[in-house]
Nanobody, 127 residues
Framework: QLQLVESGGGLVQPGGSLRLSCAAS????????IGWFRQAPGKEREGVSC????????TYADSVKGRFTISRDNAKNTVYLQMNSLKPEDTAVYYC????????????????????WGQGTQVTVSS
């Protein structure tokens, strides 16, 4: 069964850090660009970050630039999202998604690009 599984979410205080993981099973991520999205209650799902299939290109939404870092470890078939200096407005369910056709990050925020989606992991930033 082909699937993506996110983990690493939780409750953290403002200013804290979390590292999300996106692990693939049933297929290898080597040839896929990976996007991270988030969806807060009552809001649309929005693109947060992307890493190209080669790992040579990364991109970030303005709201997280300088605070979040995306990386990949193909040997572990996993992509990570390191989130630092978290703010209450970062509270959302975070999803990862994999795209085989679109291997760059030019329009990473477009959901139609992606072939596979994870089930999401909740991130709550609150004191």
């Amino acid at each position: 069964q082909l699937q993506l599984v996110e983990s690493g979410g939780g409750l953290v205080q403002p200013g804290g850090s979390l590292r999300l993981s996106c692990a693939a099973s049933g297929f290898t991520l080597d040839y896929y660009a990976i996007g991270w999205f988030r969806q807060a209650p009552g809001k649309e799902r929005e693109g947060v970050s992307c890493i190209s299939s080669s790992g040579g290109t990364t991109t970030y939404a303005d709201s997280v630039k300088g605070r979040f870092t995306i990386s990949r470890d193909n040997a572990k078939n996993t992509v990570y999202l390191q989130m630092n200096s978290l703010k209450p407005e970062d509270t959302a369910v975070y999803y990862c998604a994999a795209s085989q056709i679109y291997r760059g990050c030019g329009t990473y925020y477009e959901k139609y690009r992606y072939d596979y989606w994870g089930q999401g992991t909740q991130v709550t930033v609150s004191s």
